[in-house]
């Protein structure tokens, strides 16, 4: 029963793409939604960025395992994330009307950083698909019994039909209703497990020394580490397209902005939800063997009923998907809009959509391979923040609110940048790699302006 459950709802998720293929008559309808979100359904959008397989299933294992400093990449640098993003961001962006976020690197930068910053945010993206992906089939490996491989590729073609069909359109509906669904199911989990394991005192009492400390140690060391955490995604994901989709498909500036605050208030909030429930299983069963990624999938089936596991199974399985096709779309947005449209600038709306459902499909075959040989989850999300911190953030904050960057700072930023992360990845460095590589950007940035100063003419704005 709870298999087939699963069949219909992916067949309805599969039903309203089908139906927002009707709304879509340009590049626009399909990329933002026409820019006709309300409030409602922009910040649903928002909030479900993240909300999905590294929520619920990464970040309770590594709450389970180091405890509350163990995640605040995610859910705390999430939530942060969408909150600099409203108060810093979403209104001069919604302002410009651009399409991607690679646009604002042409109108600021050049048709150089343009290329460049579309070259860099594809790749990023890989690691992010590829962690949905995986999770989609371990879920749906749990609910069916098929092979782990079986249920991504499986899971993936529906995901490529529901992409190529309703683009942001069916995402912004399907993650309004998935919302609703995922917040009901965690909270009746969340306050069933509180009454079995009798509150919270049991979990404190039995939690090792330092387990819920928000601070690390005061050595120089740890508080990098610290640092590093806080912003891999916190600031890592602001340079990103499918945040920067779901923010600019609101239906004004002020709903763009409001939309981003709010969605950051429930992320921090219903996120919690999960780790709560990791802790539960931890406590009622300290020595099952199974997978920690595996901890509330598990939760659900041992102490929920059928209803509510179909409510729970049905809601996660949608919620993955929704956050799977906005992710696979943003990278085949930039595809078509960024490197196929600047070597072909007479390319029609219609060529440019084809060009980019063309690039859903093997955006997602590429990360098809990469879900089948990886395994962990809240890794994968991790290595795609830290791609686009490294390479992106920089330029991206310096453009809007310092007006003496140029196009060779933005250039030389991105690629020292991403230059310093690698080889410190490659070397395994004392501190995180993405320290010398935010530090090596910002770094870039500076020797652009210098150069700039010493020789104008090599180094001018193309739009001031």
Known sequence: MLALSIFIYLLAN???????ST?????????????????????????????????????????????????????????????LVGLFFARKFYKMNIITFCDFFRIRYGRKA????????????????AAQLLAMGIVLKVVLGWSLASCIIGSSFVVILYTIWGGMWSVSITDFIQTLMIIIGLVIVAVSLYQDVGGFQPLIDKAPPGFFRFYPDFTFKASVEYFAAWITIGLGSIPQQDVFQR?????????????????????????????????CGQYLYPNATEDGQMIIPNMILRHMGLPLQI??????????????????????????????????????DKELLRIIRIGIVVITAICIIMALTRESIFELVAESSAFSL?????????????????????????????????????????????????????????????????????AENPVK
Request: hydrophobic share 55%; with cysteine; net charge neutral.
């Open 247 to 279: 923010i600019m498909s609101a239906k004004s500036a002020k709903v763009s902005v409001q939309a981003s605050l709010l969605s950051s208030f429930m992320y921090l909030t219903v996120a919690l939800l999960p780790l709560f429930i990791g802790l």
């Open 114 to 129: 343009e290329l460049l910053s579309a070259l860099l945010i594809i790749p990023s993206y890989f690691s992010w698909i």
């Open 390 to 458: 490294v390479s992106l953030f920089v330029p991206l904050a310096a453009g809007v609110y310092w007006k003496k960057t140029n196009e060779l700072g933005c250039i030389l930023s991105m690629i020292a940048g991403l230059i310093a992360w690698l080889v410190c990845s490659y070397f395994d460095t004392e501190y995180p790699p993405l320290i010398y590589g935010l530090l090596a950007s910002m770094a870039g940035m500076v020797l652009g302006i210098i150069v700039a100063r010493l020789y104008p003419g090599l």
């Open 23 to 83: 709304r879509i008559s340009s590049t626009e309808d399909f990329v933002l939604a026409g820019r006709k979100l309300p409030l409602v359904l922009a910040a649903s959008a928002s909030f479900a960025t993240w909300f999905g397989s590294e929520t619920i299933l990464g970040a309770p294992t590594e709450f389970v395992e180091k405890g509350l400093l163990g995640v605040i990449e995610d859910p705390f640098g999430a939530a942060l994330c969408l909150l």
């Open 311 to 348: 409510l729970f199974f049905g809601a996660l399985v949608s919620a993955i998907l929704s956050t799977t096709s906005s992710a696979i779309m943003a990278p085949a947005v930039v595809l078509g809009e960024n490197i196929f449209k600047f070597f072909n600038p007479k390319l029609t």
């Open 14 to 20: 599969l039903g309203i793409g089908l139906w927002a």
